[in-house]
């Protein structure tokens, strides 16, 4: 299953593997040393929403665009060649 995820520009950018994005943005996460609760409070979601995404239960473009956000993570980076 793959994923395109648009930009604000309404360019869209290449598809993702959608089995990698939660694994990518807990490790976006981690990397900037923040726990779940922190980016719950920066992105506006809740824990549970995060865990949800991180474990790859839930694929909702709208709250892997606001985790990508809160970690200033480019979602260019998911983009395939």
């Known amino acids: 299953m793959t994923l395109s995820i648009r930009e604000l520009s309404g360019s869209t950018?290449?598809?993702?593997?959608?089995?990698?994005?939660?694994?990518?943005?807990k490790t976006?996460?981690?990397n900037v040393?923040?726990?779940i609760d922190d980016l719950a409070e920066t992105s506006g979601l809740t824990a549970i929403e995060i865990e949800k995404v991180e474990n790859n239960d839930d694929?909702?473009?709208?709250?892997?665009?606001?985790?990508?956000?809160?970690?200033?993570?480019?979602?260019?980076?998911?983009?395939?060649?």
Do not use: P, W
């Open 13 to 25: 950018i290449e598809t993702a593997d959608v089995a990698c994005i939660g694994h990518i943005l």
């Open 59 to 81: 694929h909702d473009e709208a709250r892997i665009r606001r985790m990508a956000a809160a970690l200033r993570f480019d979602l260019n980076d998911l983009s395939q060649k």
């Open 33 to 35: 040393g923040y726990s």
């Open 28 to 30: 976006a996460r981690e």
